[in-house]
Antibody
Framework: QVQLQESGPGLVKPSQTLSLTCTVSGGSISSGGYYWSWIRQHPGKGLEWIGY???????YYNPSLKSRVTISVDTSKNQFSLKLSSVTAADTAVYYC??????????????WGQGTLVTVSS | DIQLTQSPSFLSASVGDRVTITCRAS??????LAWYQQKPGKAPKLLIYAASTLQSGVPSRFSGSGSGTEFTLTISSLQPEDFATYYCQQLNSYPFTFGPGTKVDIK
């Protein structure tokens, strides 16, 4: 059973960089056919797809965040990471990491981490 | 970006009711659509992919249909554990976008 676990600071100051790591267990991040994803959810709101990375390093980002987002992968640690720069209060959200499996008609988020709340505040 | 709308945004139903949620896309997305269920404080759970394929382990009372711009999620007989918020997501083109959600509450 694949499990994902987010880790990182729960409080980030405005203008700084939010950094989160997702540790994958129960499966190898280097397995083909999966895209390692980040999604966020503002408090009491809907879901926003941030982007994902293939184990080879290929990335796809949401254009609304592209100038501030970097997703990277460390296959030796079976982890992938999210960095979001120049954060503001609008980046306060629950951040989820998830696995997207490539199936017929799309890349579906079949395993999710529990989510971690990141608050941007001084 | 492809915009998704869901209707209703909120519905109140009883155990045993048949429930239908609609998701509409701002442009055609073929069958590139997923449905997720989210309970408070929990991560979303994949229910349906490719518009109508039931994810492994999901009860058969859940079903999905549609293609192009209009899709439906149906719960044939609502169970107590089904009270949650449901989201659709399009996977046709980047960025992958979600609908605003439909909250299913107990009548």
């Amino acid at each position: 059973q694949v499990q994902l676990q987010e880790s990182g600071p729960g409080l980030v100051k405005p203008s700084q960089t939010l950094s989160l790591t997702c540790t994958v267990s129960g499966g190898s991040i280097s397995s083909g056919g999966y895209y390692w994803s980040w999604i966020r959810q503002h408090p009491g709101k809907g879901l926003e797809w941030i982007g994902y990375i293939y184990y080879s390093g290929s990335t796809y980002y949401n254009p609304s965040l592209k100038s501030r987002v970097t997703i990277s992968v460390d296959t030796s640690k079976n982890q992938f990471s999210l960095k979001l720069s120049s954060v503001t209060a609008a980046d306060t959200a629950v951040y989820y990491c998830a696995r997207a499996i490539r199936l017929d008609y799309g890349d579906y988020l079949d395993y999710w981490g529990q989510g971690t709340l990141v608050t941007v505040s001084s | 970006d492809i915009q998704l709308t869901q209707s209703p945004s909120f519905l109140s139903a009883s155990v045993g009711d048949r429930v239908t949620i609609t998701c509409r896309a701002s442009q055609g997305i073929s069958s590139y659509l997923a449905w997720y269920q989210q309970k408070p404080g929990k991560a979303p759970k994949l229910l349906i992919y490719a518009a109508s394929t039931l994810q492994s382990g999901v009860p058969s009372r859940f079903s999905g249909s549609g293609s192009g711009t209009e899709f439906t999620l149906t719960i044939s007989s609502l169970q107590p554990e089904d009270f949650a918020t449901y989201y659709c997501q399009q996977l046709n083109s980047y960025p992958f976008t979600f609908g605003p959600g439909t909250k299913v509450d107990i009548k």
